[in-house]
């Protein structure tokens, strides 16, 4: 199947999802970019979108080459009651670069904002709900394609988010990062999609705090409990790219390692293409990845539902799938590894001899 870089004209997120065409998301932006020394660990605000344009245009520049139909602002955070004085220009620059790389392929550009730090103390609606406003006031003077409110613990401010940003004339998607055992008051997924589709959201989902095989049973959940209900609405997931088996409640923010140790954790890249057709079976059609998620993850997502999406992004172009570019090695052990079986049935070593397999989260 060859590369191609822009099948057909643009379409809207809800005209691409209602046709059945798989929507690909973008990756991870925070621990990435921390990585790169451009995001500072703690608060994760994003001022690099002005501080470091070139890095985050970049970064944009592989998600859409790896197979992203969707360029998310790196707005995570960029909210008055974290920025200050900072978080309009940040919003609006965030807006430009996201815009500008979507421009160069068949991407739309989505405004995201995520929950407060004000909601766990100061249950004040009023409040909370200005604050989304005015991040919402810059997306719509930005024009963005579509609106994500991302990263809930609580369903209750996840509907919030939900009304705000119904008030335009933009879809809405909503994820909340919780698992199996739902938000921090307790309700479950399926009783937290429900409310979400009620509040008028038309993609659910869950991101981040878990990794993929979490993020699908948690993402089963919200899907039985709207069929439950006689709800519809399109699926979204968009795990971290870390396995979690041993998480509890609060997700990857409670292991020891969290954040500089992870990298032992790292999904490889044919953990995310079983992660990629596990959710389209299940029903998902946008399939991203959160913190962690690096461009090559993207396109191991883009490759496993080529055969869906009729095409291979432009990044592709230098990956043979499923090793098959090993066939020319030099040495024939390596040359019997081009086969999707050998890939597929490998349970890769830490090359770590005194360190457990799980870890004991912190209380």
């Given at each position: 199947?060859?590369?191609?870089?822009r099948p057909?004209?643009?379409?809207g997120?809800?005209e691409?999802?209602?046709?059945?065409e798989?929507v690909?998301g973008d990756?991870?932006?925070?621990?990435?970019?921390e990585?790169?020394?451009?995001v500072?660990?703690?608060?994760?605000t994003?001022?690099?979108?002005?501080?470091?344009p070139?890095?985050?245009r970049?970064?944009?520049m592989?998600f859409?080459r790896?197979?992203s139909?969707?360029?998310?602002t790196?707005?995570?955070?960029?909210?008055?009651d974290?920025?200050?004085?900072?978080w309009?220009?940040?919003n609006a620059?965030?807006?430009?670069l996201?815009r500008e790389?979507?421009?160069?392929g068949?991407?739309?550009?989505?405004g995201?904002?995520?929950q407060?730090?004000?909601?766990?103390y100061?249950k004040?609606?009023?409040r909370?709900?200005k604050?989304?406003?005015?991040?919402?006031?810059?997306?719509?003077?930005?024009?963005?394609?579509?609106?994500?409110?991302?990263?809930f613990?609580?369903?209750?401010?996840?509907?919030?988010?939900?009304?705000?940003?119904?008030?335009?004339?933009?879809?809405?998607?909503?994820?909340?990062c919780?698992?199996?055992?739902?938000?921090?008051?307790d309700?479950?997924?399926?009783?937290c999609?429900?409310?979400?589709?009620?509040?008028?959201?038309?993609?659910?989902g869950v991101n981040?705090?878990?990794?993929p095989?979490?993020?699908?049973?948690?993402?089963?959940?919200m899907k039985?409990?709207l069929?439950r209900?006689?709800?519809k609405?399109?699926?979204m997931?968009?795990?971290?790219v870390?396995?979690?088996?041993?998480?509890?409640?609060?997700?990857?923010?409670?292991l020891?390692?969290?954040?500089f140790?992870?990298?032992?954790?790292?999904?490889?890249?044919?953990d995310?293409?079983?992660?990629?057709?596990?959710?389209?079976?299940?029903?998902?059609?946008?399939i991203?990845?959160?913190?962690?998620?690096?461009?090559?993850h993207?396109?191991a997502?883009?490759?496993e539902?080529?055969?869906?999406?009729?095409?291979?992004?432009?990044?592709?172009?230098?990956h043979?799938?499923?090793?098959?570019?090993l066939?020319m090695h030099?040495?024939?052990?390596?040359r019997?590894?081009?086969?999707?079986?050998?890939?597929?049935n490998?349970?890769?070593?830490?090359?770590?001899p005194?360190c457990?397999?799980?870890?004991?989260?912190?209380?």
């Open positions: 199947m060859a590369p191609a870089g057909g004209a643009k379409k997120i809800l691409r999802l209602e046709s059945g798989v690909i990756g991870s932006f925070l621990i990435t970019l990585k790169r020394g451009y500072k660990a703690g608060l994760w994003p001022e690099a979108v002005i501080e470091h070139d890095a985050v970049q970064l944009h592989e859409l790896a197979g139909n969707v360029m998310q790196f707005t995570f955070s960029a909210s008055e974290n920025m200050e004085s900072k309009e220009d940040v620059a965030a807006c430009d996201a790389v979507a421009g160069k068949d991407a739309l550009v989505a995201g904002i995520c407060t730090s004000v909601y766990r100061h004040d609606e009023a909370i709900k604050l989304f406003r005015l991040q919402l006031q810059v997306f719509v003077q930005k024009n963005v394609d579509f609106l994500i409110a991302e990263y613990e609580y369903v209750e401010e996840a509907v919030w988010a939900v009304e705000v940003l119904k008030e335009s004339d933009r879809p809405v998607a909503v994820t909340m919780i698992g199996p055992e739902g938000d921090m008051h309700l479950t997924p399926g009783e999609a429900v409310r979400l589709v009620k509040a008028g959201a038309s993609i659910i981040c705090r878990f990794g095989e979490t993020s699908l049973k948690t993402m089963k959940l039985e409990g069929e209900a006689g709800l609405a399109y699926l997931v968009q795990p971290l870390f396995h979690t088996p041993d998480c509890g409640k609060e997700g990857f923010v409670d020891p390692e969290y954040p140790g992870l990298e032992p954790r790292v999904a490889t890249r044919w995310i293409q079983k992660y990629a057709r596990e959710a389209y079976n299940l029903g998902v059609r946008y991203g990845g959160c913190c962690g998620f690096e461009p090559y993207v396109r997502i883009a490759e539902l080529a055969p869906e999406r009729g095409f291979l992004p432009p990044a592709s172009e230098k043979g799938s499923w090793g098959s570019g066939d030099t040495k024939p052990w390596v019997a590894r081009a086969r999707r079986e050998y890939w597929e490998l349970l890769p070593a830490s090359g770590r005194f457990p397999s799980l870890s004991k989260p912190d209380d």
